[in-house]
C-alpha cells in the first residue's frame, strides 16, 4: 500500500538557492547561444535571398539538415561523435553553447528571409536608383525595417532555445534541469523540486514574453 504522500514547503526554499546556481547557466548558455545562433541566421537567410546558387544552395543545406533533425541529435553528435572525428575533447558548456547556435541559427535564418522579402521589392531599386550599392541599400534602407519585423520571431525563438537548454541535460551541463536531478539525487524530493524548476522556466519565459512586448510596442510607437 503506497504511504501518505506529504508535501514539503522547506524543501522548495532549501532547493531554490541552489538552482539559481542553474538559472545563471540556463541563462549564459540561452544568450551566448542565440548571439552565435543570430550571426549564423543571418548569414544563412542573406544567403537564402542571394542570386548566387551557391551561397543559396549551401544555407539551404545548413538549414534543412539542423530542421530536419532533432536537436538532442544534435547535441549528443557535438559532444560524443565530432569529438572522435576531431581527436579532441568537447567541454560540455561548449558543444551545449554550440548546439543551442547552430540549431537556433538554422530557424533564425527563415525569420530573417522572410522578414528581408516582407519588404517591399521596390526599395532596393529606389536605394539602387540614388546611387547606393546593393551591399549599402541592404544595410541602411532595408535591414532596419526587416528587423522590426523579426523581433516577435526572434523573441519566440529566445523562448525555445531557453527550453531546449533543458536537453543538455544528458551531457552534463549543470544548467536548471541537471541541477534539479542533482538535488532530488540527495533529498529524493521530486515533487517540490520539480515543481520548483516548473515555476522557475515559466518565471523566465513570462519575464521574456513581457520584455519584447514593450520592446514591440516602443518600436510602433517609434
Known amino acids: 500500500m503506497a504511504g501518505h504522500f506529504n508535501f514539503k ?28 545562433g543570430f550571426c549564423l541566421g543571418a548569414v544563412a537567410g542573406l544567403a537564402r535571398t542571394s542570386r548566387n546558387p551557391i551561397f543559396y544552395r549551401m544555407a539551404g ?11 538532442m541529435v544534435q547535441v549528443m553528435f557535438l559532444y560524443f561523435g565530432l ?41 532596393m531599386e529606389a536605394g539602387r536608383s540614388i546611387g547606393l550599392t546593393h551591399v549599402k541599400t541592404m544595410l541602411y534602407i532595408i535591414w532596419p525595417q526587416a528587423f522590426r519585423r523579426m523581433i516577435p520571431p526572434l523573441g519566440n525563438q ?49 519575464t521574456i514574453a513581457k520584455v519584447l512586448r514593450m520592446l514591440e510596442r516602443r518600436l510602433e510607437i517609434r
Open 9 to 36: 514547503a522547506s524543501v522548495i526554499w532549501e532547493s531554490i538557492p541552489i538552482l539559481l546556481v542553474g538559472i545563471k547557466y540556463t541563462i549564459f548558455i540561452t544568450i551566448f547561444g542565440l548571439v552565435i
Open 61 to 71: 543545406f545548413y538549414i534543412e539538415s539542423i530542421r530536419g533533425t532533432p536537436l
Open 83 to 123: 569529438p572522435l572525428a576531431l581527436n579532441a575533447r568537447i567541454p560540455p558548456l561548449a558543444a551545449g553553447i554550440g548546439a543551442i547556435a547552430i540549431n537556433s541559427g538554422a530557424y533564425i535564418a527563415e525569420i530573417v528571409r522572410g522578414s528581408i522579402q516582407s519588404i517591399d521589392r521596390g526599395q
Open 158 to 206: 529566445f523562448i525555445i532555445s531557453l527550453k531546449d537548454t533543458s536537453l543538455l541535460v544528458v551531457i552534463g551541463v549543470g544548467e536548471l534541469t541537471r541541477t534539479g536531478q542533482e538535488i532530488i539525487a540527495a533529498n529524493f524530493r521530486a515533487f517540490e523540486v520539480w515543481l520548483t524548476v516548473a515555476v522557475m522556466y515559466l518565471v523566465l519565459t513570462m
